[in-house]
């Protein structure tokens, strides 16, 4: 009987362990299933740095681009350049935003210009899906501020006190005799229209003061509901209880030990899993660097992540924001910007042609090799099975018929838009081995060119059929 009685005990040790241990496992298992992070960010100068890009982890620590590396928006308001985008989400879900700096700096803009008279307004994108945006507007946010002479790094906050937005930004005024950078905020509920703007942060003397970005703290961690970074010649961080109330400084990163002395463009982003938050710090000729705490609160817990323990992906991660994704959230955005590769296509029987846009007009033109005859095959946006072309350097635009006439034209989101831009590939109508694009709402019209225009027709002649066939080609 004693031995029968310690096998029986090893055995529902056994299964008391095995039990545990599942239960180890499972949440382990579930948090590795969880939705993942998204980065909104542009990597340079000239116009297509100056762009807006994504990426995706699954980590927090580990970035994907997203597009291939290529970029989502464009501007096409103002300077038609943007930097130092923020990525903003309704209480709800609901609606979304991007607010950036309107700059091109170097396609239009230096800096010694933007300084002392650059673009008073941001610009602004919204979107109920955050993958299908509204076109960009201007939103002068600088020019009711006395000498006001440009507006730059916005961010924006929810304020539950004020149910509403605090947009905040730098901008370059004299006041007090002294012309320098300070932040200035309104209040806004649609990012469209602001309150009178109001001065919030002023450092001593002629410090500038850019780039603040906020976090807002979880009920009984630290010591402060909000922290805020800012660069003022470092990254100060302050702390407060109420946005529109007293900030008192904690500290700064001076002693993290930061391989670089001139960072610039905090952003926050917290785990979702655990109590541990990132700040990315941009330095201009390397981009975002990690800086890890358990409580921002405290600059004692600010630390350099192990040595390889963080990877940014192939492009570099300039000044931007960080939005924890929910599942459905995560699920449109894998699927709207997947790789996808970029083509060309090429005419049949002008073979040294290919089909590019101008001004949005689409035709056929000899030895095109740069992005404006760039295209990525996209699955269809009426229906599965086929295709649509979105453009490389108008991301979001795609070829669309419109009275049979092709032009490249922004997607906004209807249902009649989706029909016009989808096609389905066929065999070529001249030639099997390339391919033919049939209309998906218009079935007995392909896709051809006519006297080097692009075309929606029927096709019935031999002549027809070699202008409707292309190869989709690097």
């Given at each position: 009987m004693p031995r029968l009685l310690s096998r029986l005990t090893a055995f529902l040790v056994a299964v008391g362990l095995l039990l545990t241990g599942q239960a180890l496992i499972t949440p382990q298992r579930a948090a590795a299933a969880d939705p993942g992070y998204l980065?909104?960010?542009?990597?340079?100068?000239?116009?297509?740095?100056?762009?807006?890009?994504?990426?995706?982890?699954t980590d927090g620590r580990h970035w994907t681009d997203l597009n291939d590396g290529g970029i989502v928006l464009r501007s096409t308001v103002g300077t038609k350049g943007l930097r130092d985008p923020a990525l903003v989400r309704s209480p709800d879900g609901s609606r979304y935003w991007i607010i950036a700096t309107d700059l091109c700096i170097g396609c239009g803009s230096t800096w010694a210009g933007s300084t002392s008279n650059g673009s008073r307004s941001l610009v602004v994108w919204e979107s109920t899906d955050l993958v299908t945006w509204s076109q960009p507007w201007l939103l002068n946010v600088a020019g009711a501020i006395p000498d006001g002479r440009n507006a730059w790094a916005p961010d924006a906050i929810w304020n539950p006190e004020t149910n509403d937005y605090v947009l905040y930004w730098a901008t370059n005024a004299t006041l007090n005799g002294v012309l320098k950078h300070r932040i200035y905020y309104a209040r806004t509920t649609d990012f469209r229209t602001i309150t009178t703007p109001q001065l919030w942060i002023d450092r001593p003397g002629t410090q500038n003061v850019i780039d603040p970005a906020i976090t807002a703290m979880p009920a009984g961690v630290g010591s402060y509901r909000y922290v805020r970074a800012s660069a003022d010649g470092q990254v100060t961080?302050?702390?407060?209880n109420s946005l529109l109330g007293t900030w008192t400084s904690i500290g700064d990163l001076r002693n993290v030990g930061l391989p670089f002395t001139n960072v610039e463009g905090p952003t926050w982003m917290k785990f979702r899993d655990r109590n541990e938050w990132t700040i990315f710090v941009d330095q201009p000729n390397h981009g975002y660097h990690p800086v890890v705490t358990a409580n921002p609160t405290d600059v004692g817990t600010y630390r350099l992540p192990a040595s390889g323990s963080y990877t940014m992906?192939?492009?570099?991660?300039?000044?931007?924001?960080?939005?924890?994704?929910?599942?459905?959230?995560?699920?449109?955005?894998?699927?709207?910007?997947?790789?996808?590769?970029?083509?060309r296509l090429q005419s049949y029987n002008f073979q040294d042609r290919y089909v590019r846009h101008a001004n949005f007009d689409v035709r056929i033109d000899q030895?095109?090799?740069?992005?404006?005859?760039?295209?990525?095959?996209?699955?269809?946006?009426?229906?599965?099975?086929?295709?649509?072309?979105?453009?490389?350097?108008?991301p979001g635009y795609f070829l669309r018929h419109s009275n049979y006439d092709f032009q490249l034209v922004r997607n906004d989101g209807t249902t009649q838009f989706a029909a016009d831009a989808t096609f389905r590939q066929v065999a070529g109508l001249a030639d099997s081995s390339w391919s033919s694009f049939q209309s998906y709402n218009h079935p007995d019209r392909y896709i051809r060119h006519y006297a080097y225009a692009l075309r929606l027709d029927p096709i019935t002649t031999t002549t027809a059929r070699g202008d409707a066939t292309f190869r989709v080609t690097s």
């Open positions: 980065m909104v960010h542009f990597t340079g100068e000239g116009a297509d740095g100056q762009s807006l890009y994504l990426a995706h982890s961080l302050e702390g407060s992906g192939g492009t570099k991660k300039r000044q931007g924001s960080i939005l924890t994704l929910t599942a459905a959230e995560e699920s449109r955005v894998l699927a709207r910007w997947p790789s996808t590769p970029v083509n030895n095109i090799t740069g992005p404006d005859a760039q295209f990525r095959l996209r699955p269809g946006l009426a229906g599965s099975g086929t295709v649509s072309f979105e453009s490389v350097n108008f």
